[in-house]
């Protein structure tokens, strides 16, 4: 088997009185898509965090392309792994091609590739190329998390984090958004690590799943694998969710 291009051995991460991680190893290949769930306080997050350092672990070894994450510069790693999270961050005062620009330019592209690269980006996240001089607030709220996806990818990272990215949106615009992410993974050939809180969203979205309780992993694979095991009846609940919620909207509209 190929070394996993990400790569958690033994993560330990405590705050106060609170294990947020009790040595959790997980290993992500190159090219695969995988969600992180579980109840508030269950250390996705924080799990999420440490592969970019935002989080420092107490104890433990990750490794990214076969580099120990703990011995780059954090702000050299978090500008080759694209970051998205919820409340997008964008600059107000920045048009939508800085913003997107940010990163790059931080490592020295020249002008001309920035533009070319904001161009192409604003192609791939489905965003007219005028919105490339607008002020964020000029946008609606997809299309802020699209310019936040296209900032993610300005530097053509390998490894995506996402952190419960499309959680703020309304449902239309977040399935479609969830959707058009889903084949921008696969067109570039992405890895990437998703937090949600959606299960339906991490079964659509994801290759693999990863349920984690307590600091700890608690279930790990494929849906429909991971359905069809022996599996803990509060991480069977969990999954079933989503088809618990699509019978009761059968029942409501019957009704």
């Known amino acids: 088997m190929a070394e996993p291009l990400i790569q958690l051995s033994g993560i330990e991460k405590r705050y106060g009185a609170h294990q947020a991680l009790a040595g959790v190893d997980l290993a992500v290949a190159r090219g695969e898509f995988v969600a992180l769930v579980g109840g508030s306080g269950s250390g996705k997050t924080t799990l999420l965090k440490t592969i970019n350092r935002l989080v420092v672990p107490d104890a433990g070894r990750i490794t990214v392309d076969g580099q120990d994450v703990a011995a780059a510069e954090p702000h050299v790693l978090r500008r080759s792994i694209g970051y998205v999270f919820q409340e997008v961050g964008l600059f107000p005062h920045l048009s939508v091609a800085e913003n997107i620009g940010i990163t790059p330019r931080l490592l020295g592209w020249d002008a001309a590739r920035i533009a070319e690269r904001v161009a192409t980006l604003l192609e791939l996240v489905a965003l007219p190329a005028d919105a ?35 959680g703020a949106l309304d449902p239309l615009t977040r399935d479609a958004l969830g959707g ?76």
Do not use: C, W
């Open 132 to 166: 490339a001089s607008r002020a964020p607030a000029a946008l609606s709220g997809g299309q802020r998390q699209r310019v936040g996806v296209a900032r993610a990818l300005a530097a053509e990272p390998a490894v995506v984090l996402m952190d419960e990215p499309f």
């Open 180 to 255: 058009d992410y889903r084949a921008l993974h696969e067109r570039l050939g992405l890895t990437t690590v998703m937090v949600t809180h959606d299960m339906a969203e991490a079964v659509l979205l994801a290759d693999r799943i990863v349920v984690l309780g307590g600091g700890r992993i608690r279930a790990d694979g494929a849906p429909a694998a991971l359905l069809a095991g022996d599996i803990d009846p509060e991480v069977r609940a969990l999954l079933e969710a989503p088809k618990r919620q699509a019978e009761r909207l059968s029942e409501r509209l019957r009704a």
